[in-house]
């Protein structure tokens, strides 16, 4: 469909009634890949798209997360399982060099952190893209730089998030890392203290670590992985202590500092700990309150946008992704994209349904989970019955040798005879789990 400019105004980049107003019938905030899928898919369906983003198109995944994460991984992966082949099958000396990492994550990963291919790939779906930050002005439209569009069909929002910084008295203005900062890193720090133990500062913890960096973790729950099963947490614990990285859970840091050979963090416990670089990692958050929707009503303040079975926010604007509380991972994302796509065109499909979200974190051991954990099933006041092995048990890890090490661990309900969460911690866990 062609558009239609509903002003002759010259644009100002003042409010919406200032600009010059371009009537379509999708705008999409964010194109992360559940955005992405949206607007490619309606662009497809013949409808008039414009997808807005500030950073680059394909998001934090893409660029920072799934797929060069995964790369810097497998590195590390190949690193420990040559120094396995001692006592197996021969004898090898390994030398880790992260410079052949760092030299594929720029230029096989990220094209150095470039989207031009990305864009050309979302404008040749039919679909307009936009550069600049979304916000919504009302209803029905989006400002963005000095333009704004109206939506005929739908707004979508899809800004994801960004990690979140915690205000710890003295971290602010220091050159802390978050995990952007320690993806596109060309040269390795000699020790590196990571503030948060879930799945991303795990992943990272174990990778610099693999090669030659003196780690040290700071969980400020009982365990890491905390969001998993308790066994996941201490086969985790285990399996890193091995990597000589020094775990410390149940604590706090209470302050920073900084200096020319690096950071201190002052701990709960009265204790201190150092490192040249500090990676934050202690979760992610939305940025609700730069999109505007106190215009139509909403809370900025708010963690997540509520959304129902069908992805809708409110009558004319639907959200996918991280930005929605279910959100959390990529393949969630682009499933309530094609469940959000087929209700803005009117199609049947099923409402979204999470109580089978599978996961995985890609440490070694891989620790791949899907539903409730226990505790969730025995606060959901299900009847459970739990069956827990460890992995060097079965006939697997016999055949598997030295880094065996896990856990499969299933919750039923007792009463209706079915599985309602898993967990596959140990090589290979998040294949295992399927």
Same mark, same amino acid.
């Given at each position: 469909?062609? !558009?239609?400019?509903?002003?002759?105004?010259?644009?100002?980049?003042?409010?919406?009634?200032?600009? +010059?107003?371009?009537?379509?019938?999708?705008?999409?905030?964010?194109?992360?890949?559940?955005?992405? !899928?949206? /607007?490619?898919? *309606?662009?497809? +369906?013949? *409808?008039?798209?414009?997808?807005?983003?500030?950073?680059?198109?394909?998001?934090?995944?893409?660029?920072?997360?799934?797929?060069?994460?995964?790369?810097?991984?497998?590195?590390?992966?190949?690193?420990?399982?040559?120094?396995?082949?001692? @006592?197996?099958? /021969?004898?090898?000396?390994?030398?880790?060099? =992260?410079?052949?990492?760092?030299?594929? #994550?720029?230029?096989?990963?990220?094209?150095?952190?470039?989207?031009?291919?990305?864009?050309?790939?979302?404008?040749?779906?039919?679909?307009?893209?936009?550069?600049?930050?979304?916000?919504?002005?009302?209803?029905?439209?989006?400002?963005?730089?000095?333009?704004?569009?109206?939506?005929?069909?739908?707004?979508?929002?899809?800004?994801?998030?960004?990690?979140?910084?915690?205000?710890?008295?003295? #971290?602010?203005?220091?050159?802390?890392?978050?995990?952007?900062?320690?993806?596109?890193?060309?040269?390795?720090?000699? $020790? #590196?203290?990571?503030?948060? /133990?879930?799945?991303?500062?795990?992943?990272?913890?174990?990778?610099?670590?693999?090669?030659?960096?003196?780690?040290?973790?700071?969980?400020?729950?009982?365990?890491?992985?905390? $969001?998993?099963?308790?066994?996941?947490?201490?086969?985790?614990?285990?399996?890193?202590?091995?990597?000589?990285?020094?775990?410390?859970?149940?604590?706090?840091?209470?302050?920073?500092?900084?200096?020319?050979?690096?950071?201190?963090?002052?701990? !709960?416990?009265?204790?201190?700990?150092?490192?040249?670089? *500090?990676?934050?990692?202690?979760?992610?958050?939305?940025?609700?309150?730069?999109?505007?929707?106190?215009?139509?009503? #909403?809370?900025?303040?708010?963690?997540?946008?509520?959304?129902?079975?069908?992805?809708?926010?409110?009558?004319?604007?639907?959200?996918?992704?991280?930005?929605?509380?279910?959100?959390?991972?990529?393949?969630?994302?682009?499933?309530?994209?094609?469940?959000?796509?087929?209700?803005?065109?009117?199609?049947?499909?099923?409402?979204?349904?999470?109580? +089978?979200?599978?996961?995985? %974190?890609?440490?070694?051991?891989?620790?791949?989970?899907?539903?409730?954990?226990?505790?969730?099933?025995?606060?959901? @006041?299900?009847?459970?019955?739990? +069956?827990?092995?460890?992995?060097?048990? %079965?006939?697997?890890? =016999?055949?598997?040798?030295?880094?065996?090490?896990?856990?499969?661990?299933?919750?039923?309900?007792?009463?209706?005879?079915?599985?309602?969460?898993?967990? !596959?911690?140990?090589?290979?866990?998040?294949?295992? *789990?399927?």
């Amino acid at each position: 469909m062609g !558009s239609t400019s509903e002003s002759n105004d010259e644009p100002t980049g003042g409010s919406t009634d200032e600009r +010059a107003v371009e009537t379509v019938d999708v705008v999409v905030i964010g194109l992360g890949p559940a955005g992405e !899928s949206v /607007g490619g898919q *309606l662009a497809e +369906a013949g *409808l008039d798209v414009v997808g807005i983003d500030r950073g680059l198109v394909g998001g934090e995944c893409a660029y920072w997360g799934c797929v060069p994460s995964k790369m810097m991984i497998r590195a590390a992966d190949l690193l420990a399982e040559a120094r396995r082949i001692d @006592g197996m099958s /021969g004898t090898v000396t390994v030398e880790p060099d =992260w410079s052949p990492v760092a030299t594929r #994550l720029r230029e096989v990963a990220t094209d150095d952190w470039d989207d031009t291919a990305a864009v050309k790939a979302f404008e040749e779906r039919g679909a307009r893209f936009v550069r600049g930050e979304g916000r919504l002005t009302g209803p029905d439209t989006v400002a963005v730089g000095d333009r704004a569009f109206r939506a005929r069909r739908a707004v979508v929002i899809s800004t994801g998030t960004v990690a979140v910084v915690p205000p710890i008295d003295g #971290l602010d203005g220091t050159p802390y890392w978050t995990n952007r900062d320690a993806l596109v890193v060309e040269e390795l720090p000699s $020790s #590196l203290v990571v503030l948060g /133990g879930g799945a991303v500062g795990v992943e990272l913890a174990q990778v610099f670590a693999r090669f030659g960096v003196d780690v040290t973790i700071v969980e400020a729950a009982d365990r890491l992985v905390p $969001s998993d099963e308790p066994e996941a947490g201490e086969v985790l614990a285990d399996a890193l202590a091995r990597d000589d990285i020094d775990v410390r859970t149940g604590v706090t840091a209470e302050r920073v500092s900084h200096a020319t050979d690096g950071f201190t963090l002052s701990l !709960s416990d009265g204790s201190s700990v150092t490192g040249e670089r *500090l990676l934050i990692a202690v979760g992610r958050r939305t940025e609700l309150d730069a999109l505007g929707i106190d215009a139509v009503g #909403l809370d900025p303040d708010a963690d997540a946008l509520d959304v129902d079975e069908h992805l809708r926010v409110r009558d004319g604007i639907w959200a996918v992704g991280d930005v929605t509380e279910p959100g959390a991972f990529t393949h969630v994302g682009t499933y309530q994209a094609d469940i959000a796509v087929a209700d803005i065109l009117g199609r049947a499909h099923r409402p979204a349904a999470y109580h +089978a979200v599978p996961h995985v %974190t890609f440490t070694d051991p891989e620790i791949g989970m899907v539903g409730m954990t226990e505790q969730q099933a025995r606060d959901a @006041g299900i009847d459970v019955a739990v +069956a827990v092995k460890p992995v060097p048990d %079965t006939a697997r890890g =016999w055949m598997h040798g030295p880094g065996n090490d896990g856990v499969i661990k299933l919750v039923a309900d007792r009463d209706a005879g079915y599985l309602v969460g898993a967990t !596959s911690a140990g090589p290979v866990g998040g294949e295992v *789990l399927g």
